[in-house]
């Protein structure tokens, strides 16, 4: 059976499927056995524990790092954790149903969802989140029956089938080898969609029910650069397909080559290929590709794999050890970006009809300023870790939208020097920069330069600003394109406004990724380009195909069509003249 989604990530994997939902199911299928169904029992009890311990914990913590107030959550947790009436629907759906815990919650969040989806108060709707958060919790402390799934799926490819992969399954993912991903909802610019082309994973979203067609263990094709999910194939089309896996690892491991080479045009202009990063972990990947630093560090990845709150202690060994494994110390580390699809319950962050347009970013940094604080101190004490050459740190501000809140960032971070100063505390230089991902700083950037060092333009938000377009939404996401007429016009606007002042400018969406939005961009004149490592090979060799004469007479030809559909297909036919070996590398 074949199933078409969104094309996310390019690749091809032959394997089996490994589904997960909200929280990850035991895969066995069979009723468990007397001595198993109390040894399920015990685990529970003990998870139950673990849980109760764990939020009294993170209630101390937060109320002393943050306040009592937004402490108060897990007070709340704390009470459904010990809700009779949910324990022993936990309990009852083990014992009578013979299955694992981990499904009786996934059962039991199934129920309560159906339930108060019939309801249109937003208390009881905030307190299936709770309940959510609760279970996942829970979900959590019984993973050792988890860890043990995938071993037993024969050593075959993993695919994750998953409806959403949130950012907060990249903890339970990290133990596990994923070769592919498939998800029910999300886009090109999703969570599942970064995280995939970040490791350089095929990845297919937008499959609506794939759920419900297949289960684990049961064999997959996943094809990221066509979109294609293929179910149970048959042996002339797995063979067909392994056959383009061979073909697509091959050109991957050629590419590589390149890591030492310098990344420049065919007439020789000098190009920045910088990493896009979530943490540590990232870092091996973007020496291997001979990235040139870190153009965007997402920090609140940090946060949301901490198992209570950094402190500002743990902030600072975190960041001093990004800047040292950092190629040539080079690196942009981007403020809390909480909000939209990533919550931290501690931030509170309910409720909201439309959290993308909401309190989110700097907007909910600035309601914490002495939470957000400890983050920019410890920024600027680890810069001045000693390295050779000396680092080079930025520190950028996402979701400036008014000049106004630029101009409160830039003396919050000159409060913050003073109070280290005070404190006789060593601090490092540090460039201030803002992300451009409203349109409203967009079209006003002449006003911000005078406030900052350097522009990063946040292509995925943009655009699904300017579309008015949810992009983890499927049914919208034809719409949320970076190469339509509109969007290139604005990155225009932006690119020759900041290059006219003589002001740093990169952009560090997905779109500097893809080969056919680094050819456009390169002709409307940026030299700098922040991406998925994976992205890093294939662009330095068609920068290396291509003169900036070149590139320029066809971002002029690209600002002249009319429709998105238009621009895409002359884009590849300029792709396929100048550079055919990465044409395969290249999404749909």
């Known amino acids: 059976m ?18 997960i939902h909200e929280v990850f199911v035991d895969p066995r299928g069979k009723p468990l056995e007397e001595q198993e169904l109390l040894q399920e029992l015990e685990a529970f009890d003990q998870a139950v524990e673990k849980a109760a311990a764990d939020l009294r914990a993170l209630y101390d913590k937060v109320a002393s790092q943050v306040g009592s107030q937004e402490a108060e959550i897990f007070h709340a947790h704390e009470a459904i954790l010990h809700d009779p009436a949910f324990l022993h629907k936990v309990r009852e759906h083990i014992t009578q149903h013979r299955t694992t815990a981990q499904g009786a919650l996934h059962h039991v969040l199934n129920e309560y969802t159906s339930l108060f989806a019939r309801t249109k108060d937003d208390f009881l709707k905030e307190r299936l989140a709770d309940l959510r958060d609760v279970i996942v919790r829970l979900s959590g402390h019984l993973s050792q029956v988890i860890k043990q799934g995938p071993a037993a799926l024969g050593g075959e490819p993993l695919v994750v089938v998953a409806d ?20 029910q909802r999300g886009g090109p610019t999703s969570h599942a969609a970064i995280l995939a082309r970040s490791r350089g994973i095929p990845a297919v979203t937008g499959v609506r029910d794939i759920l419900r067609q297949v289960k684990t263990g049961d ?57 896009n990063v979530n943490g540590l972990g990232d870092l091996e ?61 501690y931030l509170g962050h309910r409720g909201e009809a439309n959290p993308f347009l909401g309190w989110r970013s700097i907007r909910l940094s ?48 000159r409060r913050c020097q003073r109070q280290l100063r005070a404190e006789g505390k060593e601090q490092g230089p540090v460039q201030i920069g803002m992300m451009v991902e409203v349109p409203a700083a967009a ?84 030299r700098s380009f922040s991406m998925s490592p994976s992205f890093i090979p294939l662009n330095k060799r068609l920068a290396s195909a291509v003169t900036t004469g070149q590139a320029a007479q066809i971002a002029q030809r690209a600002l002249e069509l009319r429709t998105g559909r238009q621009i895409r297909r002359f884009l590849a036919q300029q792709i396929h003249a100048l550079c055919p070996d990465v044409e395969i590398l290249d999404v749909e």
């Open 219 to 275: 064999r997959i094709i996943v094809d990221g650069r066509e979109g294609v999910v293929v179910l149970a194939p048959d042996p002339e089309s797995e063979a067909a397909y392994r056959k383009l896996q061979r073909e697509f690892v091959h050109r991957q491991h050629q590419l590589a080559e390149n890591r030492d080479q310098p990344a420049r045009t065919a007439d020789g202009v000098e190009l920045e290929l910088l990493a």
């Open 443 to 526: 079209i006003n950037i002449d006003a911000f330069l005078p406030l900052v060092d350097f522009v990063s333009i946040g292509s995925n938000d943009l655009v699904q600003y300017l579309m008015a377009a949810d992009r983890d939404n499927p049914k919208v996401s034809h719409l949320c394109q970076p190469l339509s007429p509109a969007v290139l016009r604005v990155l225009h606007h932006l690119i020759r406004t900041c290059l006219r002042a003589g002001k740093p400018v990169s952009l560090c969406g997905e779109m500097a990724g893809s080969p056919r939005g680094f050819l456009l961009l390169l002709g409307m004149g940026l």
């Open 164 to 183: 959403e992969l949130l950012p907060s399954h990249a903890i339970t993912l990290g133990g596990c080898e994923v070769s592919g991903i498939v998800t």
């Open 366 to 413: 600035f309601e914490h300023p002495e939470f957000f604080q400890k983050q920019i101190r410890a920024v600027l004490q680890a810069a001045a870790v000693q390295t050779n050459p000396p680092a080079c740190v930025q520190l950028m501000f996402p979701m400036v939208t008014i000049v106004e809140e630029m101009q409160r960032l830039r003396a919050l971070v």
């Open 2 to 19: 074949l199933r078409r989604g969104v094309a996310v990530s390019p690749g091809v994997v032959v394997g089996v499927a490994y589904c």
């Open 285 to 345: 990947q973007a020496r291997a590709v001979g990235a040139a630093g870190v153009g965007l560090y997402r920090t609140e990845y940090l946060f949301l794999t901490h198992p209570s709150v950094p402190s500002e202690a743990e902030q600072l060994e975190n960041y001093r050890r990004m800047i040292l494994a950092t190629p040539r110390h080079r690196i942009t580390i981007r403020t809390l970006d909480i909000g939209g699809d990533k919550t931290i319950p």
